[in-house]
C-alpha cells in the first residue's frame, strides 16, 4: 500500500478554520517533497459540505467521518471516531492543525495508539528519505528539527502561521469523498461540553489603519509606552502591541496582533522591540513595508522588515518623532 498522509481538519458550523487551510498547504508540500498520497478527514455531524469543499484542493481523497455523537466536539468522541479510523486505514504521517481543540484529543488519541506527536511545527525537512519537523523551544529562542522513533503513524501539528492558507493549491478535478459513519458506543462520551473558548471580541478594527505602531517587550515598562502612542499620533497611525504587553495590561486586548489578536495589513507597521516570534508575525507580514527597531541584530523580525534598524528605541524613538512632526510641519 502506497504511504499516506492523512490530514485531519477542523470544522465548526460547516466552516474549515484558517489554520487547517494552513496545515493543508503544508501537507502538499510535504506530499510534493516526499511523494506520498495526501488524504484528509473532516470529523462531526452533516459535513458533507466542507468535506467536497477540501476535496476541490490537490488532494487524493476526501472522508468524511460522521456520527451525530461527534456534535458538540468532545475528546473522547474524537478518539472513538479517529482511534479506528487511523487503525484501519494506517496512513503512514498525520497532520492536524495545532488548534485548542488539536492539543484537547491529540495527546490522548496519540497515547491510546501508543504513537509519538511532535506538535507546534513551523515547518519541516525531506533530507535522504527522513522527516524531519521544525518546532520553536524555549519560547521561540531556539529551534530544533525534529524526527520521529518508533513506527508510524506518525502524527505533528502544523503552528498557526507556518503557511499560507491561501496558497492551498487547487485539485484538477474534484477528489472523491467517502462518507464513513462511526458507531460511538453509549457511554464511551463521559465529557460534558462547555461552550467553547472564544478569543476576546475586538473593539478596535486594526485592520483598517494605514499607519500601525507596535510595541513589544523591549518597551520595558508600561509607562513608556507613551513614548510609542506620540510616534503613532505624530504619524497619523493607531498604536498596537505583541501579546505579552496586552497580557500584562499594559494596553487592551484588542490591541494585540499575531495569531490570537489581529491580523492587519498596513501601508507601514513599525515594530517597536518586537522580537518577531511566528505568532505575532503571522499578524503583520502583509504589512506593505515594515520598520523594525530592535537593539538584537538577530532579532527574527529583521528576517521579514523591509527596514531594519538596529539600536536602543529609547535613542531613536524621541529624535525620530520631532523629525515627523517636523516634517508634517506642526
Ligand atoms: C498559542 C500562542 C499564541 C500566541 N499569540 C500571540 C499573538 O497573537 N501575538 C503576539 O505578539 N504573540 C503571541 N504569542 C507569543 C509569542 O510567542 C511571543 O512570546 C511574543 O510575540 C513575544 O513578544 P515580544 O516580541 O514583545 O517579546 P520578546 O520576545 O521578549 O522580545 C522583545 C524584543 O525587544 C528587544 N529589545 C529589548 N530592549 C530593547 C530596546 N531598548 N530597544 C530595542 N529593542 C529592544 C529584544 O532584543 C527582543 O527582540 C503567542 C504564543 C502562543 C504560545
Request: charged share 20%.
Amino acid at each position: 500500500m502506497a504511504d499516506t498522509i492523512l490530514v485531519v481538519v477542523e470544522q465548526k458550523d460547516g466552516k474549515l478554520n484558517r489554520v487547517s487551510w494552513e496545515t493543508l498547504t503544508g501537507a502538499q508540500e510535504v506530499a510534493a517533497q516526499t511523494g506520498w498520497t495526501l488524504e484528509a478527514a473532516v470529523i462531526g455531524s452533516g459535513i458533507g459540505g466542507v468535506a467536497t469543499e477540501v476535496a476541490a484542493k490537490k488532494i487524493a481523497k476526501v472522508y468524511a467521518i460522521e456520527s451525530p455523537k461527534l456534535e458538540p466536539y468532545t475528546p473522547d468522541g474524537f478518539l472513538a471516531a479517529l482511534k479506528g479510523f487511523i487503525e484501519q486505514k494506517r496512513p503512514k504521517l498525520v497532520l492536524m492543525p495545532h488548534t485548542y481543540q488539536v492539543r484537547d484529543f491529540a495527546p490522548k488519541l496519540t497515547t491510546a495508539l501508543n504513537r509519538a506527536l511532535i506538535c507546534d511545527a513551523i515547518g519541516f525537512k525531506y533530507e535522504g528519505g527522513k522527516l524531519l519537523f521544525t518546532r520553536p523551544m524555549f519560547q521561540g529562542k531556539f529551534v530544533a528539527d525534529v524526527s520521529f522513533g518508533g513506527d508510524a503513524p506518525y502524527f505533528a501539528t502544523f503552528q498557526s502561521g507556518a503557511y499560507r492558507g491561501d496558497k492551498v493549491e487547487e485539485g484538477a478535478a474534484a477528489a472523491p469523498v467517502e462518507t464513513v459513519t462511526v458507531e460511538i458506543a453509549d457511554g464511551a462520551i463521559r465529557n460534558k461540553p462547555e461552550a467553547p473558548f472564544k478569543e476576546a471580541k475586538q473593539a478596535i478594527d486594526l485592520t483598517q489603519a494605514e499607519v500601525i505602531v507596535s510595541v513589544g517587550r523591549g518597551i520595558k515598562e508600561q509607562k513608556n509606552i507613551e513614548l510609542a502612542q506620540q510616534l503613532a499620533t505624530a504619524l497619523g497611525g493607531e498604536i498596537a502591541a505583541s501579546r505579552p504587553i496586552c497580557d500584562s495590561g499594559w494596553l487592551p486586548m484588542d490591541r494585540q496582533v499575531g495569531s490570537s489578536g489581529q491580523t492587519v495589513a498596513p501601508k507601514l507597521y513599525l515594530a517597536l522591540g518586537i522580537s518577531g516570534a511566528i505568532q505575532h508575525v503571522v499578524g503583520m507580514k502583509g504589512a506593505r513595508s515594515i520598520i523594525a527597531i530592535n537593539k538584537d541584530s538577530e532579532a527574527p523580525i529583521f528576517e521579514i522588515a523591509d527596514i531594519a534598524v538596529v539600536g536602543n528605541l529609547f535613542d531613536i524613538v524621541p529624535p525620530l518623532i520631532e523629525e515627523v512632526k517636523k516634517a508634517k510641519g506642526v
